[in-house]
Every structure is written in C-alpha cells, then in structure tokens.
C-alpha cells in the first residue's frame, strides 16, 4: 500500500450527534409470488395491504413461497427455477414491525427492474434505467417510506433480466451492514503519517472520543517516533486536527495508552527515550539495534481538557527490576519495555500494564515477560509526584509460558470479571496463546496454560496482538488470528515467521462461568471479524469502543488505520452461542432429506464477475457466498458426500477421504481450488457438517459437530483460501447425494460458528 499521507476530512468544533436509526424490524422472511409475464397488471391497492396466501394476476395463480431475506434473494429458485425466461415477474411481500409512526430509510437493489409500493401507495421505482449496475445489494439504491406504528406492507415487483433474476431489500442497519462491514477498506480512516500504530480511544467527559497514535514520517522504530491525539465527535468518522503529546524531534516517544479517571483526568503512558540512548547491543553482544523505541524511560502525561492539550511536564514511573532486567546485557542500567495493554481500574487503584524485554535478538525481541504497575493513588492524587506505584506479580518473575514452553510471553491483555479477578491472556511463538487468572489484584497468578476452548483443546495464534476486552454488557470480546499450533512453533524460523499471517482477524464471544476458584471466562467459536482482500496485509494493535449500545473497532495495519462499526446483531450472536442460547439460522434455499437422492440444483451465486460500472468490464469480487449442512449417517465412511459436476467436469463436489477428512474442489473450467479439512469425521455417530465459502475473504471453513476445524495438530491452518479468479461453480442441473447424507441444506450465505453450534445439537 501506498506509503503517502492520507487525506481525511477534520474537524475541530463538536459536531451534532447522528440520529438514531429508527426502531424497525426487518423480517426474516419474506414471501415471493410468481412467475407472471411483464404484461400482466399490476395487483389491486387493497391486495398490496397485507401477504395474501396467493396471488392471482393475468390468469396465472401463484401461492406463496417463503424465502429468507438475509441475503440476496434468487428469485428464479423462489419461483420454480425452469428455464430462464426473460423479463420474467415476480412479487415479494415484506411485513416490517415499526415501534412508531415515521419515516424509515429502504435500501433495495435488483435484476434488473423493480417497483415498490408501501401500504398500498406506490413508493419507489428503477422502471426507466434499470437496477443501473450489477450491484443487487441494499445499498444499489435507496427511497424513503412512512411507516405506521404497527405491521406495514411492503411490496416490490421485479422484473427479471435476461439472466439474472434476484433482489435485496433492508432498513436503516440492513444498509449499515451491507457491503460486507468486514473488509478493512470498509472501515474510516484514522489520519496519521505513514506509521501509525495503536489506534487506542477513551471516551472524554464532553463525549468526544480521544485517540492515541503513536506515528512517524518514516516506518516503526525510526527516528522521529511520536504520539499524537485526536478528537471526534461522530464516532471516528471525522477528526479534530492532532495534537503531539512529544515532538516528532525529540527522543523517540512510543507505545502509548491510556486511562481516564473518575474526575475527567485523562493520563496517556508511553516509552520516553529519555536519555537518548542511541543503540542497544543483543543479547549475545554480537549485534547492534539503532532502533531504540522500546527502552528507557516509562513515563504519563496528562489531560484536565479532554485531550485537547497534555501537560508540559512528564512524569516518570518507577518500575521494579525484575530477573529479566538484571540479567539483561546491561545488568538492568537500560530496562527494555513497552505496552500495548490496556489500562483499567479495580476499586481505587489503577493499573497499567508493562512488557518487559529480557533479551534482545532473534526476532527482535527474545526473551519477555508481562507484568503489572499498580498505582493506589494516581486517581485522585493532586500533586503527581506524590503518586506511588508497585510493580506485580509479586517475585522476580512475570507472566511466562507454561512449563516447558518458549521464551515469548508479551503484549499481556487484561481484563476485570464481575468477582474483580483479573484475566490476562497474551502471544508467545508456541502456536498458542496463553491465559492466567489473578484473584488477588496482580499479586498472585493461577498457573499459565495454554488458552482453551470450553472441551479443553487450545486456541491457535501466532506472534501477533491479541485482545481481550469486556463490554459494558459485562460480555467478553477475544481478537485473535486462528492459526498456529506445532507446525507452526516447531520450526526452526519461528521467532521471525510468527510475526506474520495476520489476516484475517478472528473473535471468539465470551461469557462469565463459575469455577471453585471463581470467575472464569467461557469461550464460544471462531468468526471472522475483518479481512483485506491482500493476505499479506497485517492488521492488528486493535481497542474497543461503545456508544449508545453499538460497538466500534480500531486497527491499524502499521501504514494506515480505522475505525469500523461491528454490527451489534453479530456479536450478540457469539454471546449467545458462549452462553449455549439457541440462536435462529438463516432459511435455507434448499433442505432435502432424502439419502441417495439426485435434486434439482437450487443455484449458487457468483463469486467474481464482469463489473458492469466499469469501462474496461474488469471482474469484480461479488462478495457473496454460501454454506452447506450435512448429517452424515453414523456409519459414514469415505466417499462422495455431494456431487455438483456436470459431464465436463466443471462445478463442486464434496467428498470424505479414507482417513476421514472433508475435501471440497471447485472448478470453472479455467481455475480450480481443492480445500481439505483435518480428519474430522468420528466414528459411531450421527456427524453433523458445516461447509463454508465465503466470498469476502475468499476463504473455506469447515465446522464438525459444533467445533470449528482450526487444524488441531494436522496442520497450522484449519481454515484455506479458494483461488480468487474462480467465476462460479453452479454449472449441474442437478446435485448427486451420497448415501450416508441424512440431510443436506443449502445456505444463501455461511453459517456463523455461533450458528453451527446451534445447528449441531438440533
């Protein structure tokens, strides 16, 4: 990406808050009436008041068909599939819930005509030009509609093309959404230099969120590394003009955090390079490292303005050597450190987190370990030099791995149960993170263990940033990237590759669950949380913000970072698989039950075509996808599951291998992708499947029995990418069961894990 300045809107005056987006309900379902011919009139203003259970026009009668309406609608399956008939008509009737009377926003898009009616008044039409772009999605076009308080009726007719023949409708969050909110260009621009990193917020008195970066004109670690803050009033859309918490002249100033304190205060933390220290020596001696922002002095600063401005004076923090620091190529006389880790509070006490480096070398960083700085006055002190500060655990000794494990335990994050325990969980290069619990503010630590999913295998990560943060909900948020295990710690590379493979960004839900200890955090199953369509790009060093009951990310991929808006309906929806809640899944465009049965295909969308909007007609990623669900019979063996190819070999097919495997091939006749599982299949039961592509980050995904396949010790990927230029695999008439499917159900979009661990105990 391009290392030049961004332009980005600022503003520096408060700004008026958003209005709030009004209180519809979008349904689930929708009902589809056809096919009826362009010719046929229009249906009578009192039938378009409420779904009829048929329709009748120009002498054709046609009874309602329910199709789901959290994806793109294919109105050619809705209808009876057949031929393709051009200009051919359907209806969809949509009954909206509105909490009270008022104007709404719909978005709608559709191939390639349509007209729209609201309680029976004609609303909206695309009549003259057409749907104007292969853009089918919420956001293709927008209309206002009057609602009343109560059930409405909204109507659209659509008039198929010469092809294509679907349409896509939703309110004011539907078109929030679309889009796919994932991708990371999706999200708003933070404006920096060309480094930035650490995007953290705290929300100021006055309600503006206040923004730390630490930036520079050249790449990290240069010189002329400094924080900067900004301001915003509409949630990181537009930002006041940064202010330098240091000069970008003077000593390298990094890593920075921070904390506001009940009276308003806000403190920033950070590396200061205080003494200017110009090189450091690794660990062996044999190496110099100019780069110099993870030393020296850890120091704060302050706001009483809401971050308008920081105090002149800097005020450093003493920290406790450690075995670490003595033992360091300089006997502690220059202590390595830095944070990432966000700061909290815990009755009166505040706490920030520090990393120390005990080695320099391979990797950059060799040896570390996370501790803690506890301040019993800082938040109410007036004069802070007077301010006291402790260094936890107790010992000589920090959060390391488990016995036996390597010598990376850094970028600790902590978070505060309701029983005021503290979690921290943090990266290491053994292909896992690892967790810890303190019930006595820092002091103590439970034995380090390799972080667990609720069955007791491990979680996968690599050396990269990962986060825990508890919501005000009193719920828990994970960012992590889902990949490591053995292959991954076993090479002799380890300390350099770790660093990479950062996209996408996963999350895991959380919920509290009691222990004999006490509180202890219940993890549900991956799900991806933002991607770049390059998977080289690394996003990471993320925070979380909330306002008004919705939910915003920060990250940064070191050159350019955002802000993104996670729609609340997703995270809700991890809670409540971490909580074992049922949670309701999409309607499925095609659910048969009948073993060794041949059906009629249903259709699957295109995942890369011509962009119309364009001269040159280049492709364009259509973002869609799909999911399959299998119930094997228990005793499935190996074999074809599913078979979706046509006599030229062109399309899918979902098989078993002998050692119990799931392996997916797509082809087009041009490219062909073959995404293959760990042995996944258990013998003795009734498995039930999950099979996702997904055509954001055009990855593949497999769930078995309500676990997500991460790859365990097989491999260090659980999950693949499909090749990118496949156009589409929907080229049989029909699909091919084996015999050991039970059922199988088609999904216009992939299940969320959340979704699959309802599924799977159905």
Not at 285 to 300: E, M, P
Request: glycine share 12%.
């Amino acid at each position: 990406m391009s290392r030049k300045k961004m332009k980005t809107k600022h503003s520096s005056g408060k700004q008026k808050p958003a209005a709030k987006a009004p209180s519809i309900i979008w349904p689930s379902t929708a009902s589809v009436f056809g096919p009826f011919t362009k010719d046929d009139p229009a249906p009578a203003a009192r039938i378009l008041l409420k779904t009829p259970q048929s329709l009748e026009l120009g002498g054709s009668n046609a009874k309602a068909r329910i199709v789901g309406t959290e994806e793109l609608i294919d109105l050619h399956d809705a209808v009876g599939g057949g031929p393709v008939i051009p200009e051919r008509v359907a209806y969809v009737f949509f009954e909206i819930e509105s909490l009270a009377d008022g104007e709404t926003t719909i978005g709608c898009g559709a191939d390639y005509w349509m007209q729209w009616w609201v309680n029976g008044k004609p609303a909206f039409d695309t009549l003259p030009g057409g749907n104007g772009s292969n853009n089918y999605s919420v956001k293709a076009h927008q209309f206002k509609a009057e609602l009343n308080k109560g059930t409405n009726c909204l109507v659209v007719k659509v008039r198929g093309g010469g092809s294509g023949f679907c349409v896509a409708a939703g309110g004011p969050r539907e078109i929030e959404a679309a889009g796919d909110w994932r991708r990371l260009e999706n999200g708003n621009v933070i404006p920096t230099k060309t480094y930035s990193d650490q995007p953290f917020i705290v929300t100021a008195d006055d309600g503006a969120w206040v923004c730390c970066v630490t930036t520079c004109s050249g790449e990290e670690g240069d010189p002329g590394q400094h924080i900067v803050t900004m301001r915003s009033f509409d949630r990181g859309k537009t930002w006041s003009e940064p202010v330098a918490v240091e000069p970008a002249d003077g000593p390298e100033a990094s890593y920075a955090v921070m904390l506001k304190a009940p009276s308003g205060r806000i403190f920033i933390f950070y590396n200061h390079n205080t003494d200017r220290v110009p090189e450091v020596k690794s660990h062996d001696g044999k190496t110099v490292f100019k780069r110099v922002d993870s030393l020296g002095h850890f120091v704060l600063k302050y706001s009483d303005d809401h971050g308008k401005s920081w105090s002149k004076k800097r005020f450093d923090i003493p920290f406790r050597l450690f075995d670490c620091d003595r033992e360091n190529v300089y006997g502690g006389k220059i202590c390595f450190f830095w944070n990432v880790g966000r700061a909290f509070t815990i009755d009166d006490a505040a706490y920030v987190p520090l990393i120390k480096i005990g080695k320099m070398g391979r990797g950059f960083f060799a040896q570390s370990e996370g501790t803690l700085l506890r301040s019993p006055n800082l938040l109410t002190a007036k004069d802070l030099s007077q301010v006291t500060w402790e260094t936890l655990p107790e010992g000589d000794i920090g959060l390391r791995t488990p016995p036996g494990g390597g010598p990376i335990s850094e970028e600790q994050s902590y978070t505060v149960l309701s029983d005021k325990s503290i979690y921290a969980v943090y990266r290491t290069i053994d292909g896992h993170p690892v967790e810890a619990y303190s019930r006595d503010g820092g002091r103590h630590w439970t034995q380090p263990r390799y972080m667990q999913y609720p069955d007791g295998s491990r979680v996968k990560h690599p050396r990269a940033a990962n986060f825990v943060w508890r919501c005000e909900n009193g719920k828990f948020l994970y960012w992590f990237h889902n990949h490591g295990g053995r292959h991954l710690a076993s090479r002799s590379n380890v300390c350099e590759i770790a660093y990479n493979n950062r996209n996408p960004v996963w999350v895991l839900g959380g919920v509290e669950a009691d222990s004999p200890d006490g509180k202890i955090i219940r993890w549900g199953q991956p799900d991806i949380l933002l991607y770049n369509d390059d998977p080289l790009i690394k996003m990471s060093y993320p925070d979380l913000a909330e306002a008004d009951g919705e939910y915003y990310v920060t990250e940064t991929q070191k050159t350019t970072a955002r802000v993104h808006k996670i729609p609340k309906s997703f995270l809700e929806k991890l809670w409540n698989a971490a909580a074992g809640i049922p949670i309701p899944t999409p309607v499925p465009r095609l659910n048969c039950m009948e073993p060794g049965a041949s059906v009629k295909a249903p259709g699957l969308p295109v995942l890369f075509e011509k962009d119309l909007q364009t001269a040159d007609g280049r492709g364009v990623h259509t973002r869609r996808g799909f999911g399959f669900e299998l119930r094997l019979r228990s005793d499935a063996k190996s074999g074809i599951l599913l078979d979706g190819m046509n006599s030229e070999g062109n399309g899918f097919s979902l098989d078993v291998t002998a050692d119990g495997r799931l392996e997916l091939f797509m082809g087009d006749g041009q490219c062909e992708s073959r995404c293959v599982s760990e042995p996944l299949l258990k013998s003795g039961i009734e498995n039930h499947l999950v099979v996702n592509v997904d055509g954001g980050p055009g990855i593949v995904s497999f769930i078995a029995n309500g676990k997500f396949c991460d790859g365990g010790d097989d491999r260090q990927f659980g999950w693949s990418r499909y090749n990118p230029w496949l156009q589409r695999i929907d080229f049989a008439g029909e699909w091919k069961l084996g015999g050991a499917v039970k059922s199988l159900r088609l999904y216009g979009r992939p299940l969320l894990s959340a979704e699959a661990l309802t599924r799977s105990i159905i």
